[in-house]
């Protein structure tokens, strides 16, 4: 199995940044795809940015191109999201989520979700 725990959420002021960490273990990084999806208050949750085990594929949503960047360090079995120019509708849980074989938009094709880690943007 795989367990995947998210950290690096907490508050920050708009413009602001944060790097949110993921870390896997229980079983081999190899071949899995990851992604980071967010889900605000009173909003479905939706996907955010996903990488490729490579990394040689990354995937953004549209509100967080030229912001986010998706990036991972398979030596140490974690996936980053670094969020600059933060702004209060990124205010949202971030949760990461793994696959095997390559990575998709959809989160119902993701076997592997962490909890979620809290990511407040003040104005």
């Known amino acids: 199995q795989v367990q995947l725990v998210e950290s690096g959420g907490g508050l920050v002021q708009a413009g602001g940044s944060l790097r949110l960490s993921c870390a896997a273990s229980?079983?081999?990084?190899?071949?899995?795809?990851m992604a980071w999806f967010r889900q605000a208050p009173g909003k479905e949750r939706e996907f955010v940015a996903a990488?490729?085990?490579?990394?040689?594929?990354?995937y953004y949503a549209d509100s967080v191109k030229g912001r986010f960047t998706i990036s991972r360090d398979n030596a140490e079995n974690t996936v980053y999201l670094q969020m600059n120019s933060l702004k209060p509708e990124d205010t949202a849980v971030y949760s990461c989520?793994?696959?095997?074989?390559?990575?998709?938009?959809?989160?119902?094709?993701?076997?592997?979700w962490g909890q979620g880690t809290q990511v407040t943007v003040s104005s």
């Open positions: 989520a793994a696959k095997a074989g390559p990575p998709g938009f959809s989160q119902v094709l993701y076997d592997y």
């Open positions: 990488i490729s085990w490579s990394a040689g594929s990354t």
């Open positions: 229980g079983r081999t990084f190899s071949n899995y795809g």
